[in-house]
């Protein structure tokens, strides 16, 4: 049985930590405990004070929870620990609380660490070993989030499924959960699978962004600007989502790779697949709006992205 491995990513300005984490509960709550195996508890990995472990418990609020592994904290001189935990699903809301009592974390708000799996960690790549099936609609997921010095948010959500339990409906409505939210203050990132170590996503233009399956852009565009593309959604005065096939997108798939090409000549002909260099920089994020009466006009004067 086939299994596609890929993590969607977001940015939201000039909201609350708390309200995306509350979001991020309900997210999980709503659309990934009935698709995914789901026991009475989650694998929390946190960054966390050392005086909070002791004989091999983790303590907080009164509450105890045996761990799994700790490590160290290789960015601030060995003071707080990494931290790997069962935690009830009832006690999901004391997760963000507990990653923020470490001192470090308030001194450097940017080392901020907070992911929490349906599974632990060993099992995670115990399944990405593609001997070792997945059972029907009993993928993996890992959710983290990180709260950046400018005040904006970043959240990912990481997925083990199954090519047959994942399909675009399904995407679209989980990118719409936290798009009807938080628009216009909100960018998706799309949707970035991950290959085996010897592939590595390339355009069809040198330096340029390569599509994936959900690929997003800071600009207005129609879908008829892009033929070639499955779908393209306009978000306004935030950007458009291109869809590029129904099913899930394998870069590894000729016929696939086929369409995307074809999609990356619209783009460029449009002046609209962005430059990066081999670390994906500058982030899509980080890009300007652009509507299409400004796009045009710049076209007319020979500007690109």
Not at 80 to 97: G, H, I, Q, S
């Amino acid at each position: 049985m086939k299994k596609i491995d890929f993590i969607m990513h977001f940015t939201v300005m000039q909201h609350s930590f708390d309200r995306v984490f509350k979001d991020m509960l309900a997210f999980q709550k709503e659309h990934l405990q009935e698709l995914f195996v789901c026991n009475d508890t989650v694998t929390v990995k946190l960054l966390t004070e050392r005086r909070n472990i002791k004989n091999g418990m983790v303590n907080f609020k009164d509450k105890s929870y045996p761990v799994i592994k700790t490590s160290k904290n290789y960015n601030c001189n060995y003071k707080d620990k990494y931290v790997e935990f069962p935690l009830p699903l009832a006690d999901l809301a004391l997760m963000k609380d507990f990653a923020l009592t470490s001192k470090e974390v308030r001194h450097m708000p940017e080392i901020f660490d907070l992911n929490w799996l349906n599974v632990p960690y060993k099992e995670w790549h115990k399944y990405e070993d593609k001997h070792r099936p997945i059972e029907k609609r009993h993928g993996l997921f890992k959710l983290d989030l990180l709260p950046r010095a400018d005040g904006s948010v970043v959240f990912g959500h990481y997925f083990l499924m199954n090519e047959s339990d994942i399909n675009k409906t399904l995407i679209k409505e989980w990118i719409f959960f936290y798009l009807d939210k938080y628009l216009p203050h909100c960018r998706f990132q799309g949707i970035n699978r991950f290959y085996p170590s010897r592939v590595r996503p390339f355009s069809l233009y040198k330096k340029r962004m390569a599509l994936e399956w959900f690929s997003f852009l800071p600009a207005e565009i129609l879908p008829e600007e892009v033929p070639s593309a499955n779908e393209v959604i306009y978000l306004p005065n935030c950007g458009s989502i291109i869809i590029s096939t129904e099913q899930p997108y394998d870069f590894e798939n000729p016929e696939m790779r086929k369409v995307t090409a074809a999609i990356e000549q619209e783009l460029h002909h449009l002046g609209l697949l962005p430059l990066v260099d081999h670390f994906g920089i500058p982030q899509i994020s980080d890009l300007p709006f652009i509507s299409r009466e400004q796009r045009l006009k710049n076209m007319s004067r020979g500007s690109r992205i």
